[in-house]
């Protein structure tokens, strides 16, 4: 895991986020929660525009997580605080980056586990020096830290395909 610099909020999306305070306030994430089909429409292009940005901006087509590489169309936007526990921060810049849609690791296998006290974030400035990259592909805590190692276990960062990868 690298560290990420997040930028500053697009404008596109602070517009949108200022014309549907309603959507927001509601933490309406989802297209189908949507009230129209023209506004779910106006949110899967502004939620594929935001995607595209933050991974050419920010994460160099990386996965936040596992760094694999990802486009818009094999990505998610992850919420780093996940939504059913963090609903203030549904649609808070701050609390998005993009992510694989592998289902053995990252965003899918993380779901709602979150404690900021126990995880390691990519936002987190020392994120990277975290970790330790073995010859064999695994990844481990770098020293004694037990919030990379149940970052590694939440995010499931040794799954075999990963490891595969990274030998």
């Not at 297209?31 to 160099?60: C, F, H, N, V, Y």
């Not at 810049?93 to 993380?110: A, M, Q, R």
């Not at 075999?160 to 990274?166: G, I, V």
């Amino acid at each position: 895991m690298r560290h990420i610099a997040k930028g500053a909020e697009p404008e596109f999306f602070a517009q949108w986020r200022r014309r549907n305070a309603k959507i927001v306030r509601e933490c309406r994430w989802s297209e189908d929660s949507m009230p129209s089909e023209a506004d779910r429409e106006r949110w899967k292009a502004i939620r594929r525009q935001l995607k595209t940005d933050m991974i050419e901006r920010e994460q160099g087509y990386l996965c936040c997580y596992c760094e694999s590489r990802i486009a818009a169309d094999t990505s998610d936007i992850e919420h780093i605080c996940p939504r059913s526990k963090c609903r203030p921060l549904c649609f808070a810049y701050s609390n998005l980056l993009v992510s694989c849609t592998k289902t053995s690791h990252c965003n899918h296998h993380k779901g709602s586990q979150y404690d900021e006290r126990k995880l390691v974030s990519p936002l987190q400035s020392d994120a990277t020096s975290q970790f330790r990259y073995l010859s064999d592909g695994s990844v481990e805590a770098n020293g004694d830290s037990e919030a990379a190692t149940e970052t590694i276990r939440i995010l499931n960062l040794n799954a075999r395909n990963l490891s595969a990868k990274r030998e």
